[in-house]
């Protein structure tokens, strides 16, 4: 009966009881979204590795070159084709490919200005890995694959002057299977489209040709832009490193799901620690303003606590009563910040739109088609963040009625009726 | 519930003084009796419905309700024996705002491991007894002065205590419902065997006790009793 004692003195102190759950709610909701935002984020960039059923992605980055009709894209470099079969090598490594970033330059036929296509040589191979995924490796588990064949077929070894061209590409293009269109000096005869499905694509690219044919075109040798690695253990992934930056020079930049967060332009440039670090201020924080609040309560509540042990109530029956409005203030406070913490995080994916690091997108400012950059925001918050903001409002709560109710226990019965 | 108090003494600290409020009280309360203690400001009234109530313990001397040694009780001791054996009446009600009448009144009986049905039931009659039920649900800045009293009344019985003391219990009504709360505690007195302790310096209210202690500077200076 004493829990729906303190509910009702909770209930109808409206003002005091607003204040402590608006205090918790607050914070319990920036810490929601915050982790949500973050967890959000992080795990649609992680999608974007899976998508290429890759766990790293090794480039070389530096200064971007001056032009030409094929040239690497972006800020890329050419990596020798061996550091593939290197990295292959590793233990703990699955299975590797490497992939030639371009942009081939053609005259666009109403402007004759130079117009860039978005290329990347693959190997017609490795339909398992990279950025014309279309399978899954056998007992995989990863995400649905990033690419599907909508017409046509996929490349084949055999094949020289042949291209898989996006859908939004041919129809920017008015491409159908079998026309040929121009990739710098050269002609290609296009042989299937594809769905690159919606999220971030690393290395996507509007036309996927043999990489040996890429090769040729820039003309630099046995060289890749980017090596896509799958690990079968993760503790590889130091090693894979370690090799990369021994092999390519302090250029290698070496992607992973731990760190393509931290490039993210969002949010999820909120690290792991540094989350914590918000949270633990924040909840310090509460917990003053919550302490210091049932403490003034319990001074403006001298004379309800004389008269509660006047008749009869036990210093003990008194701090449950203290504890338990302190509880319902943490339950509501709790709940009431997580719901508009999760409401936040998704707000924030209606405004804001998280994109892949530009290092992994291959497409120039002014390509023919969107770069498929944009990655797909969920909120979805993690049952441990939820659960972790509950218990966190409940032990502030638990902690705040505790010291009030050691204060009031401390009271006189005759004291506290003398300062009325 | 007999009440015997031996040779009580309690002071205060006021500041860097020490104030003596009882010195060397001793009464005999017979179960049933009706007491007043009457006494300027600063005698030692309220003081006494303290000690005799649990509410305080005094410096020296001691206090019996019933066999119970009251100076020999821990706070829990005391605790329980004010839930079951003692009710109190403040001068200025004293009611909880935030709770209706009813709810003030449950107040006593809200730790104590009965069913709820059980305590809503002893509520009603304590409400029905001082008159006041069809106001249960009011809260008490709804009610008058002699409303919130009866209430404060109801409250002080629902326990169906041995002891009943009232400080004051007239000081902030007027004439009429002070004359109305006297009759009620008269008519509580001679319903049961509830010994009933009133402390005022109101002669009205002192005149209606069958007993009327005095006291002065923290000493009982005369007792009178009053035939029936």
């Known amino acids: 009966m004493i829990w729906s004692y303190a509910w009702k003195g909770f209930a109808r102190r409206k003002t005091r009881a607003v204040l402590a759950v608006s205090g918790l709610a607050i914070s319990i909701a920036l810490l929601v979204a915050v982790a949500t935002i973050s967890r959000s984020v992080r795990g649609a960039v992680g999608a974007s590795l899976e998508a290429a059923g890759a766990d790293v992605v090794v480039q070389k980055v530096v200064k971007p070159c001056p032009w030409a009709q094929v040239k690497i894209a972006r800020d890329l470099s050419a990596i020798d084709g061996t550091v593939v079969d290197a990295v292959r090598k590793v233990e703990g490594v699955d299975n590797t490919t490497g992939v030639l970033d371009l942009w081939a330059f053609s005259e666009d036929t109403e402007t004759g200005a130079q117009h860039p296509t978005v290329v990347a040589g693959v190997d017609p191979r490795k339909k398992t890995i990279g950025p014309a995924r279309i399978e899954k490796a056998e007992g995989e588990q990863a995400e649905e694959a990033c690419c599907a064949i909508t017409e046509g077929r996929y490349l084949l070894a055999t094949d020289d002057f042949h291209a898989m061209i996006t859908e939004d590409y041919a129809r920017a293009k008015n491409l159908k299977l079998g026309d040929r269109f121009p990739l710098g000096p050269y002609s290609f005869e296009v042989v299937a489209f594809l769905d690159l499905k919606s999220g971030g694509h690393i290395s996507g690219a509007e036309a996927f040709i043999p990489l040996t044919t890429a090769q040729r075109m820039y003309d630099g040798g046995e060289v890749v832009t980017t090596i896509f690695v799958s690990l079968k253990q993760g503790r590889a992934l130091p090693k894979v490193q370690e090799l990369a930056t021994s092999l390519i020079g302090p250029e290698a930049k070496v992607t992973s799901e731990a760190n393509i967060g931290e490039a993210t332009a969002a949010l999820a440039v909120v690290t792991q620690r540094t989350l914590f670090a918000i949270s633990a201020i924040v909840l310090t924080l509460v917990l003053l303003l919550v302490v210091k609040t049932a403490l003034a309560s319990v001074a403006e509540r001298v004379a309800e606590i004389g008269i509660l042990k006047a008749t009869g109530w036990r210093d003990g029956d008194v701090s449950r009563l203290l504890t338990a409005e302190s509880l319902y203030a943490g339950i509501i406070g709790g709940i009431v910040g997580t719901v508009v913490g999760i409401g936040l995080a998704f707000l924030y994916g209606t405004v804001v739109q998280p994109a892949l690091p530009r290092s992994l997108v291959s497409y120039p400012e002014c390509s023919t088609t969107e770069a498929p950059a944009a990655l797909p925001f969920q909120a979805t918050p993690s049952v441990w963040v939820l659960v972790a903001a509950i218990a966190a409002a409940l032990v502030i709560g638990s902690l705040s009625g505790w010291l009030a109710s050691r204060r009031a226990a401390r009271m006189l019965p005759a004291e506290a009726l003398r300062q009325l | ?228």
């Open chain 2, 1 to 228: 519930m007999d009440i015997r108090i031996e040779h009580v003494a309690k002071s205060y600290r006021l500041g860097q003084v020490d104030v003596a409020a009882l010195r060397d009280v001793s009464l005999d309360l017979p179960a049933g009796d009706f007491v007043s203690l009457s006494g300027p400001s600063g005698a030692g009234k309220s003081t006494l419905l303290g000690v005799v109530g649990g509410l305080e313990k005094p410096d020296t001397g001691k206090v019996f309700a019933g066999e119970q040694d009251l100076t020999a009780l821990d706070s829990e001791g005391l605790a329980m024996y004010r839930r079951h054996s003692v009710g109190f009446i403040f001068q200025s009600f004293r009611l909880l705002p935030a709770l209706t009448a009813l709810e003030n009144v449950m107040v006593p009986l809200v730790p104590l491991d009965e069913s709820e049905a059980a305590k809503q039931q002893q509520v009603v009659e304590a409400l029905e007894r001082v008159n006041i039920a069809h106001r249960a649900n009011h809260l008490p800045g709804e009610l008058s002065g002699g409303e919130q009293q009866r209430v404060a009344i109801a409250r002080a019985i629902v326990n169906r205590p041995d002891v009943i003391l009232a400080d004051e219990p007239t000081g902030e009504l007027d004439r009429k419902n002070g004359e109305l709360i006297m009759q009620l505690l008269r008519e509580l007195n001679q319903a049961g065997s509830a010994t009933i302790i009133v402390a005022s310096h109101d002669p009205d209210v002192v005149g209606a006790a069958r007993r009327q202690v005095k006291l002065e500077d923290g000493c009982v200076v005369g007792q009178t009793t009053q035939e029936e």
